[in-house]
């Protein structure tokens, strides 16, 4: 049995897929290896932190990929695992192939350039990693901005010579809470969006890092996001870094 068009009535060759475990809470990630009459090879499925899971045969599981008019998703069932230098599953169709449903967040290692203006300050730097989700971004501290530790430390005010305290000076960083506007730049394309500031990271440098949350992205946006974080990754699987 032939299995249809590629990309509608099943994922195309070389492509990221989502693998759906019932019973199981992460959404693990795979990529198709081959696509034959009756059957798919995928590679083992691993979790967001690159660790391989395993299955046993008999195992009913579902795929999600991005169609071209939007997620598609198909159930299969395991049939068997390949072992070698990479070890892949062997899945049977077990329907056709539906609307599939908004899937979790990928992320993945990607340098773009981003800009951050919040009420104190605008902000540049770059990405450490990127899901539809969020981002991860480094960018130099401002002149006089203390190192942040879970959000930018304050500066005590120094007593002016009569004994009086002066207002504190408004902080050149943003705080953790804080709704943020930020333009992230694709290969050819601009995404500008609203951003919560979720934590910082301690670096020993003089720059700041932090992860951003994405506030109301359009599903359009959010698959932008994914199609370029996709491509970063099977750049990455290309040269044998995952």
Known sequence: MALGVA??????DRAVVDVIVPGRGEMLMSWVEAVHDAELVVTVAQTKAGHPVLLDAGERLDLVWKGPEGLRAMPVELTATERGER?????RPMGPATRGQRRGAVRTPLRLTVRIAASTTELGGATVDVSESGLRVIFDRPAGADRPSSGPAAIAPVPADDGSIPAPAKRPLPEVGEIVSVVLQLDDSQIAAKCEVIRFH?????????SLRFI???EYEQDQIRARVFAEMRDLRRRGVI
């Open 216 to 218: 109301g992205l359009s």
């Open 7 to 12: 990309g509608v009535d099943h994922p195309e």
């Open 87 to 91: 070890p892949a599953w062997r899945l």
């Open 202 to 210: 301690p670096r020993q440098d003089d720059k700041c890092e932090a």
